[in-house]
């Protein structure tokens, strides 16, 4: 067989994303000032007693971008912080950017008198709007400022909340590119992907999101915690290499008037790489079921997220998909194993040459277990390409064969997206979807 065909997807330059080589060796952000010396308190000391639980907050409204609130949840919480998702509107259920729904733990009003050791706030728009018009919670910010605590934000949130609460005066920050001018007006303005100053770490957008949970890992417990989480995420090793995937057997992918792709979700389901996938296709104008394999809509993700699905297994079953593709995650991949209708599913869709994924656990667990990868060249999460009757080709991060398109974990999940959406859009649309997730 051919050696893979590596394609290269490697957005326009641009003076406002600047690429940062992040080592192994260095942090996880741009530290722009050394952190002032303060007395040891409980209410100050984030370096003392790595190992005790950290409390975090992360709120969420209507319009919230998913990827930059999932993933540092999702994080954070690998590092065995207790994180507590908040919304400020009136119900628990948030409807975020492009139709994912998000069931947070409290309303924001539960959590006035509660003493974080963070708040992160995600952007998207209108959902920075909505938090910085959250009373309750600018109260709540301030006095975290107050107390010397650390506080974050990624994308637009930078501008139009932390400044526009007067709480980055004097820092340097950094913030999704189209707000760097409003942010300017508040205070430093840097292009780095991450940037720290003081208590107050700043990211970009969906693209950054993973650098910037990592950061707020290694902030809240040292440098070899965040190198302990990140290590499993299977992180790009700098942001400097081009974007490439790999393919081998390439075949044209085809649909009608826009790609009809099915995502299945589940209990145990991996929920950066659940809603990376869904964000990203449906940014590329697919038309994306989300469907549970429950008997209810909502699913409680790997790291206990709680995501809606837009129908149930047998009602996505009544039509056909352009593609099925699967998120990985221990528990979600065993369950799509053992759905006898989702597995039926799969296998007529590799009967109908029609296209199908999957990526982590689920290559593995699903595809492999059914015979799905007959013939095929397939890459999974590293500890189980073990598994894989074909492990050749599976150092790949992203590798497509033919209908088939596979991939290994959270930190490649944004790749597989773009991949998905290159063999659908094509690559000159795919650069201008990845220059605007700042990726």
């Known amino acids: ?45 984030f370096s003392v007693m790595a190992s005790a639980t950290k409390k975090v907050l992360v709120p ?17 919480r690998r590092a065995g912080a207790e994180v507590t998702v908040a919304s400020v509107e009136k119900q628990l259920q948030i409807e975020g950017v492009h139709g994912i729904k ?5 309303l924001i009003s539960d959590c006035a008198d509660t003493e974080f050791d963070l708040i992160s706030l995600p952007g998207g728009i209108p959902g920075a709007t909505n938090l910085r018009n959250c009373k309750t919670l600018e109260s709540i910010v301030k006095k975290q400022a107050e107390n010397g605590r650390f506080y974050a934000a990624i994308c637009a949130a930078p501008a139009v909340a932390l400044g526009s609460w007067g709480l980055l005066k004097g820092l340097k920050a950094t913030c999704y590119p189209s707000y760097m001018e409003e942010l300017s007006s508040y205070t430093i303005a840097v292009e780095s992907r991450v940037q720290k100053d003081g208590t107050v770490v700043t990211s970009r957008g969906p693209g950054t999101a993973i650098e910037y949970a990592v950061a707020l890992v290694e902030e809240l417990y040292g440098k070899e915690k965040a190198d302990e989480v990140s290590g499993p995420l299977v992180m790009r090793p700098n942001h400097i290499e081009e974007f490439a995937f790999a393919e081998l057997n ?6 009608t008037s826009k790609p009809q792709i099915l995502v299945p979700i589940a209990n145990g389901s991996e929920e950066i790489e659940a809603a990376t996938i869904i964000d990203v296709l449906r940014r590329a104008n697919a038309q994306v079921v989300v ?7 909502e699913i409680v993700a790997s790291r206990k997220v709680k995501l ?7 009602e996505a079953a009544k039509q056909s998909y352009d593609l099925i593709v699967l998120p990985g995650g221990l528990g979600g ?10 597995v039926d599913m799969l296998k007529k869709q590799r009967e109908s040459s029609k296209p199908y994924g999957a990526m982590c656990a689920s290559p593995a667990l699903v595809l492999e277990h059914h015979g799905l990868l007959k013939g095929k060249k397939a890459t999974a999460f590293p500890a189980m390409c073990n598994k894989l009757s074909d492990p050749s080709e599976a150092e790949n991060r992203v590798l497509v064969d033919g209908n088939l398109v596979t991939s290994r974990g959270p930190g490649t999940t944004m790749e597989f997206a773009l991949a ?20």
């Open 333 to 342: 991949a065993q369950a799509f194993a053992n759905s006898e209708k989702l």
């Open 60 to 76: 969420i409204a209507n319009g919230t971008e998913p990827i930059e609130a999932i993933v540092p949840i999702d994080i954070l």
């Open 308 to 314: 809606v699905a837009d129908v149930l297994l047998d």
């Open 250 to 255: 390439s075949v044209n992918w085809t649909f």
């Open 1 to 45: 067989m051919a050696a893979p065909v590596m394609r290269h997807l490697t957005p326009v330059p641009s003076s406002f994303i600047k690429l940062q080589l992040l080592s192994q060796s260095h942090s996880f952000f741009t530290l722009s000032a050394p952190r002032k010396k303060k007395r040891f308190s409980l209410v100050t000391s």
């Open 102 to 106: 998000i069931v947070a733990d409290a």
């Open 420 to 439: 998905i959406a290159d063999k659908f859009i094509g690559r000159k649309e795919v650069l201008v979807l990845a220059k605007k997730m700042v990726f």
């Open 291 to 297: 469907a549970s394999l429950e008997d209810t809509l």
